[in-house]
Nanobody, 127 residues
Framework: QVQVEESGGGLVQPGGSLTLSCTASGYTAEYIAIGWFRQAPGKERELVSAISGSGRTTYYADSVKDRFTIARDNAKGTSSLQMDSLESEDTAVYYC????????????????????WGQGTQVTVSS
């Protein structure tokens, strides 16, 4: 069983920055792939970014490429999502998801590939 908890949401002005953190515990960090998803009001949940257990493979949605940066620290069992140049369209509830896999270079891109989910943290971009 993997426990997932995210933090770091809040209110930020357009053009500002915010960093989300995710802690995934209960298994060896290197074998836990992490995905960050978001769901805006009235929209389906979508993948924002993903990182493999080893950290060597990352994926970004086109809408956040060059603005968001995903990273992980396996020694601490944490992952982060650095969000820069935030736009009103980035307003959503952000979820951290985790999946145990022995393919340490695999960064899952689909919701059904993740078994463990955090409660979500609200990010609001508004002036």
């Amino acid at each position: 069983q993997v426990q997932v908890e995210e933090s770091g949401g809040g209110l930020v002005q357009p053009g500002g920055s915010l960093t989300l953190s995710c802690t995934a515990s209960g298994y060896t960090a290197e074998y836990i792939a992490i995905g960050w998803f978001r769901q805006a009001p009235g929209k389906e949940r979508e993948l924002v970014s993903a990182i493999s257990g080893s950290g060597r493979t990352t994926y970004y949605a086109d809408s956040v490429k060059d603005r968001f940066t995903i990273a992980r620290d396996n020694a601490k069992g944490t992952s982060s999502l650095q969000m820069d140049s935030l736009e009103s369209e980035d307003t959503a509830v952000y979820y951290c998801a985790a999946q145990v896999t022995n393919i340490v270079a695999h960064a899952p891109r689909y919701q059904h590939e993740y078994m463990y989910w955090g409660q979500g943290t609200q990010v609001t971009v508004s002036s």
